[in-house]
């Protein structure tokens, strides 16, 4: 029994003597880790280089007591400076310009009101309208002559002594309508005559009026096409100044290359960053192992489960027992008081 309480205690201790190298190893790792994340969020840190150029040069404010970028920022060089300076008084010339095109183009925009109206009164009339006023003027015009024709021909027929004649008749026409009359031969070929002439007048005018209506619908794309013109002329008149501000975007764009090289040579700084992270783990599993380890306390631990070691302090667990019970003299002559000799004890300096 005595060596089985040896054995435990030993259990006991070995415990002890182990958590507190685990302890001390834990605090070892946590404080490497602590240590490597400050080394990777410095790593990290964005570092901007100042660049100059033929164009300009960046410009990078930090702040003293932390270290940040606080500003940035570009000058162009003066040459530069100068170039976009002319560029910009330009532009206000070409403001004024595009500022005075609705009014160099206003005549445009009459022209095309004036179209507007004027096909507006073409197409007033359908074409059938305007083809019977197109019918109703021609035959205006031919009638003086028509009748001077015809009072030519009835003098001819009475000097020749033919007025009387009439011959030609006809009956009614199958749907009723009355068949022509009897004339003398001169009178039906001079009706004849303008028959032929009345009905090409017809068709002249059926297509007289398809051509107004037509001309009056053109009117309108006409002044349409006089309204984009003057729109049109509007915003090309933006042209001169939006051509001189490009430019000035251009040569700022060329003086923004100093900046943005140096924030491009901060970045790639910044690739360390990723190797910096692989510090933030701290120690590995093996070294936290091996800082744990406590070789004493594994020996105590592995001593008391060990039978045969328990065996061999039987004896001595029996003559401590004894030395307590006789006193001084015990059956192994220690002195008395129950004093363990020096030799016996397990945990030395531990």
């Known amino acids: 029994m005595p060596a089985a309480l040896i054995a435990a205690g030993g259990s006991i201790i070995g415990g002890l003597l182990g958590g507190r190298s685990a302890k001390r190893a834990a605090q070892i790792q946590a404080d490497a880790q602590v240590r490597a994340a400050q080394i990777a969020a410095e790593e990290a840190r964005f570092r901007p280089v100042g660049v100059t150029t033929r164009f ?18 570009y000058e162009l060089s003066p040459e530069l400076k100068a170039m976009q300076d002319r560029f910009l008084g330009l532009t206000g010339g070409g403001l004024m310009q595009a500022e005075q095109a609705q009014q160099q183009f206003a005549p445009l925009q009459g022209a095309a009101q004036g179209l507007f109206g004027l096909g507006q009164q073409y197409l007033a009339q359908s074409p059938q309208e305007a083809a019977q006023q197109y019918m109703a003027r021609q035959q205006e015009l031919l009638a003086p002559s028509r009748e001077r024709q015809y009072g030519a021909l009835q003098n001819q027929l009475f000097q020749t002594g033919r007025g009387g004649l009439s011959v030609g008749a006809t009956g009614a026409r199958p749907s009723g309508a009355a068949g022509l009359g009897a004339s003398t031969p001169e009178t039906e070929a001079y009706y004849n005559a303008l028959a032929q002439q009345d009905a090409q007048l017809a068709a002249q005018a059926m297509q007289a009026g398809q051509q107004q209506t037509a001309f009056g619908a053109g009117l309108f794309g006409t002044g349409g096409n006089l309204l984009t013109q003057g729109y049109g002329g509007q915003a090309a008149a933006l042209g001169p100044y939006e051509a001189y501000l490009q430019q000035m975007k251009q040569l700022e764009s060329l003086g923004q290359q100093p900046l943005q090289l140096g924030i491009d040579i901060g970045a790639k700084g910044q690739s360390n960053a990723a190797s910096a992270a692989m510090l933030s783990t701290g120690p590995s599993r093996e070294s936290y192992a091996a ?60």
């Open 291 to 350: 800082n744990a380890y406590n070789p004493f306390a594994e020996f105590l631990t592995g001593a008391s489960r060990n039978p045969a070691l328990q065996r061999g302090l039987q004896p001595y667990a029996s003559a401590l027992g004894q030395s307590a019970m006789y006193g001084n003299q015990n059956v192994y002559g220690f002195g008395g008081g129950g004093t363990v000799p020096t030799e016996f004890s397990l945990f030395g300096e531990y």
């Open 56 to 73: 300009g040069q960046s410009q990078f404010q930090t702040d003293p007591t932390t270290g940040r970028v606080s500003g940035a920022g």
